[in-house]
């Protein structure tokens, strides 16, 4: 299931574990990606807390935690090479793994057509 927030992250849950990104279109309006900070393993975040922080030539902002829940892995290749997130914002550029604390929060996420509308 893949579901998406309006400040242009995306999640992919598998069972009790959500994958976390930015979108395509996120990366685009960044441009180049040159600088990743992820969160520790073990670290709990509240749903909407800033979790990681990605930097282009143009900006820097913070990637929020779609949901609520505890850091189970980092993608430590996108910290060595950042421009993975240029190429493949949506899979390979992931930036954590969180195990969901509480499911209901899910519910109000949106679904990629309802993404695609926010974004016109």
């Known amino acids: 299931m893949l579901k998406f927030t ?3 992250e ?3 849950i598998d069972g ?17 990606v040159v600088f990743v900070e992820l969160p520790e393993s073990g670290k709990s975040f509240e749903k909407g ?11 820097a902002f913070d990637v929020y935690a779609p949901v609520s829940g505890q850091v189970v892995e980092t993608n430590q290749s996108i910290v060595t090479d950042p ?3 240029n190429s493949d914002p949506m899979g390979n550029g992931w930036f954590f793994k969180l195990k969901i604390a509480d ?3 899910i519910d109000s996420l949106m679904d990629e057509n309802a993404y695609k509308t926010l974004l016109g």
């Open 16 to 32: 009790d574990v959500a994958v976390v990104g930015i979108t395509q279109h996120a990366q685009e309006r960044l441009g180049d």
């Open 83 to 85: 421009a993975i997130v």
């Open 49 to 59: 807390a800033p979790a990681a922080v990605v930097e282009s030539v143009k900006a």
């Open 103 to 105: 499911r209901s929060e």
């Open 6 to 8: 309006p400040e242009h």
């Open 10 to 12: 995306w999640l992919r």
